[in-house]
């Protein structure tokens, strides 16, 4: 079974700052991973997934993650944090072979000026 | 491309009450999902669609009915609302997981719902 953790309910960075969320998930196939990005009183929308090639994934804002399968690891980053930035962020993953998504329980981060 | 719509946005229910979640999608997906999102739980799976006319149960199944009887249409029934079923309820899409670099799934607004 397929299970998605993340570390850190909330994250707060000062703008500027490196913005890194952990996800760590577990598998018994090879897993596609995702991240969303969801603003308040909105839907999930796609930051960046990874299926298969290149393990180092970029998205979109200026967002990336790489896949460590030895680490069993897709943490989320970005250099240089912005306001708007601040959002729920959601891991997810999937069994290559099936459809459904398994989310982690989101971590919230906030953007200090 | 409207991509994935879901009525009504919100809702308030008396305990007992019955009521349905619409989501409708134009992009001829073959999977269909609804999701309860509580907070500091995530989203989880209630039930989901492989395709027309097919059902099968989620995660947290339990009070909860669903229906697919047009490909682009999936239904969300609560039967006997409970105050337990507050929540924000999400409804997604998605290609088949064959389709490989196109995978994944688009969501809706949600809908936010109230049982008192």
């Known amino acids: 079974a397929q299970s998605v953790t993340q570390l850190g309910s909330h994250v707060s960075v000062s703008e500027g700052a490196l913005v890194l969320l952990r996800c760590n998930y577990s598998s018994s196939v090879p897993p596609y991973l995702f991240w969303y990005v969801q603003y308040p009183n909105q839907g999930l929308q796609l930051l960046l997934k990874y299926t298969t090639g290149a393990t180092l994934v970029k998205g979109i804002n200026g967002f990336e993650a790489e896949f460590k399968k030895s680490e069993t690891s897709f943490h989320l980053t970005k250099p240089s944090a912005h306001m708007s930035d601040a959002a729920e962020y959601f891991c997810?993953?999937?069994?290559?072979?099936?459809?459904?998504?398994?989310f982690g329980q989101g971590t919230e981060l906030s953007v200090k000026p | 491309n409207a991509g994935v719509t879901q009525t009504p946005k919100f809702r308030v229910l008396k305990t007992g009450q019955s009521m349905t979640l619409l989501c409708a999608q134009d992009?001829?997906?073959?999977?269909m999902y609804w999701y309860r999102q509580d907070p500091g739980m995530g989203l989880r799976l209630i039930h989901y669609?492989?395709?027309?006319?097919?059902?099968a149960k989620g995660e947290v199944p339990d009070g909860y009915n669903v229906s697919r009887l047009k490909k682009q249409n999936f239904l969300l029934g609560l039967e006997s609302a409970a105050p337990s079923q507050t929540s924000v309820y999400f409804c997604a899409s998605s290609p088949q997981p064959e389709t490989g670099a196109n995978y994944g799934y688009t969501f809706g607004s949600g809908t936010r719902l109230t049982v008192v």
């Open positions: 669609s492989v395709g027309e006319g097919t059902t």
């Open positions: 997810a993953v999937s069994p290559s072979q099936g459809g459904k998504l398994i």
């Open positions: 992009m001829n997906h073959e999977y």
